[in-house]
């Protein structure tokens, strides 16, 4: 069965500071891959989504990027981390045009 | 441009009522519309989505092109329904766009 990861359930990062997040998926191959920012009231904001290795769409321009090195890994990442970066992060895939949710990253930027 | 909207944060009902959570969207075309749950210290999941026309834990959500509404409903609201509800669009492409969310509190 399909199953997907991702870590680390909580960060508290420096303004300034880089980041990096990371998404994994089992049981199913060339999956669409996603990430989401859940704010309080304003509910899901896809930030970018994949369709293949290095391929990586965009929703929001900010102060993040997404990288997809291998065809199972997706990777959330800044440079340097903005206050406004704080936030619950959810990496997602789908099949069948339902999507399948981690446990997220709640991330405090100090 | 597509949009999901959900007009009540919170909804609080007492258990055995019925309970209803209002999603409207705005979309040129025949989306595929969806209802996710996120209960407490558990993943955001699928509820229902339309062109299943299930029952799901006893929640129903019609498809309403006209008023282009998909509102969820339950005639009997229990105590473990509480949880944050999503309701989502799909344009059958990769992008889904989700709602701001409803709060449901069950009330003893």
């Known amino acids: 069965s399909q199953t997907i990861h991702q870590w680390p359930a909580t960060l508290v990062q420096p303004v300034g500071s880089p980041l990096s997040l990371e998404c994994t998926v089992e049981?199913?191959?060339?999956?669409?891959l996603y990430w989401y920012r859940q704010a309080a009231g304003r509910g899901l904001q896809l930030l970018f989504y994949s369709v293949g290795i290095g391929q990586i769409s965009s929703e929001v321009p900010q102060n993040l990027s997404a990288s997809r090195p291998q065809d199972r890994q997706f990777i959330l990442s800044s440079k340097k981390l903005l206050l406004s970066d704080s936030g619950f992060y959810l990496c997602?895939?789908?099949?069948?045009?339902?999507?399948?949710f981690g446990n997220g990253t709640r991330l405090t930027v100090t | 441009a597509q949009r999901v909207t959900q007009p009540e944060k919170l909804l609080s009902v007492f258990k055995g009522a019925p309970v209803e959570l209002k999603c409207n969207y705005s979309y040129s075309g025949s989306p595929e519309l969806f209802w996710y749950v996120q209960y407490s210290r558990q993943r955001l999941q699928l509820l229902l989505r339309?062109?299943s026309r299930e029952s799901i834990k006893g929640f129903t959500a019609d498809l309403n092109k006209g008023e282009t509404s998909f509102h969820l409903k339950k005639p009997f609201a229990q105590e473990e329904d509480s949880a944050m509800y999503y309701c989502?669009?799909?344009?059958?492409?990769?992008?889904?766009?989700f709602g701001p969310g409803t709060r449901l509190s069950v009330l003893p």
């Open positions: 997602a895939w789908a099949a069948n045009r339902v999507l399948h």
């Open positions: 339309h062109i």
């Open positions: 989502a669009l799909n344009n059958y492409g990769q992008n889904f766009v």
């Open positions: 049981g199913t191959s060339n999956p669409n």
